[in-house]
């Protein structure tokens, strides 16, 4: 009989070199944009110093923020964050007091 090797990272996240998840996604898009950003202003003529002094400026910002919001919020606290900012921190209800006990009937029930 064959013996097949079990897989034991089911259920895991993705990780790749301590980043996690949506990380790996912001960072490669990022990086991508970057790119774009830089064959943009190559070639519209900029010179070819400064579009390197900013993908490298650039990229490095990326990377270093990238890993400070992984090691900050870990796998899902990005998107518990952004969940929280978008969550009211207070319900207000303009009624009165005894409005808000009494029962409405409908327009079919009056008849």
């Known amino acids: 009989m064959s013996e097949y ?3 034991r990272g ?3 996240p993705v990780e790749f070199k301590g980043l996690k998840s949506q990380y790996l996604f912001i960072f490669c898009g990022g990086l991508l ?11 519209a003529g900029v010179n070819q110093w400064l579009c390197i002094g900013f993908i ?10 990238t ?4 090691a900050r919020y870990g796998t899902h606290g990005l998107m518990k964050a952004a969940a929280r900012k978008r969550h009211p921190r207070f319900i207000i209800s303009r ?6 006990f ?3 009937r409908r327009k079919e ?3």
Do not use: D, H
């Open 5 to 7: 090797p079990v897989n």
């Open 10 to 12: 089911i259920g895991k």
């Open 33 to 43: 944009a970057v790119f774009v950003v830089f064959i943009v202003l190559f070639m």
């Open 56 to 65: 490298v400026s650039a990229s490095l910002l990326l990377v270093w923020q």
């Open 67 to 70: 890993f400070r919001l992984n």
């Open 95 to 100: 009624k009165a007091l005894p409005r808000l």
């Open 102 to 104: 009494t029962y409405k």
């Open 109 to 111: 029930e009056r008849t």
